[in-house]
Nanobody, 124 residues
Framework: QVQLAESGGGSVQAGGSLSVSCAASGLTYRRYCMGWFRQAPGKEREGIVVIDSDGGTSYADSVKGRFTVSKDNAKNTLTLQMNSLKPEDTAMYYC??????????????????WGQGTQVTVSS
């Protein structure tokens, strides 16, 4: 059974930094995509970064240059380092995983496993 468990997050002032981590277990695909999504109240879930089995990444323009994703294959963990945070980054952040079919896209549809989410709040 696949489980994704997020940790980290919290509250910070604008300009600060936070990190969120995801511990994955039970993934049996030979190749899979992992990613971070976020959802603010009243808004659609937004894919902010995805990473494929080879470490290739795709970032949303809204976070490019500020957020960095890293994956530890040995530990099956995914970490998102968030710097220069802005109030508009406030959201629930979700880790997701899905089978890779050649490319990973920043859309929720292909991801069939999700964590419970962790809150990130950035105050101005």
């Amino acid at each position: 059974q696949v489980q994704l468990a997020e940790s980290g997050g919290g509250s910070v002032q604008a300009g600060g930094s936070l990190s969120v981590s995801c511990a994955a277990s039970g993934l049996t695909y030979r190749r899979y995509c992992m990613g971070w999504f976020r959802q603010a109240p009243g808004k659609e879930r937004e894919g902010i970064v995805v990473i494929d089995s080879d470490g290739g990444t795709s970032y949303a323009d809204s976070v490019k240059g500020r957020f960095t994703v890293s994956k530890d294959n040995a530990k099956n963990t995914l970490t998102l380092q968030m710097n220069s945070l802005k109030p508009e980054d406030t959201a629930m952040y979700y880790c997701a995983a899905g089978r890779e079919f050649g490319i990973c896209v920043r859309m929720p549809g292909p991801f069939n496993y999700w964590g419970q989410g962790t809150q990130v709040t950035v105050s101005s």
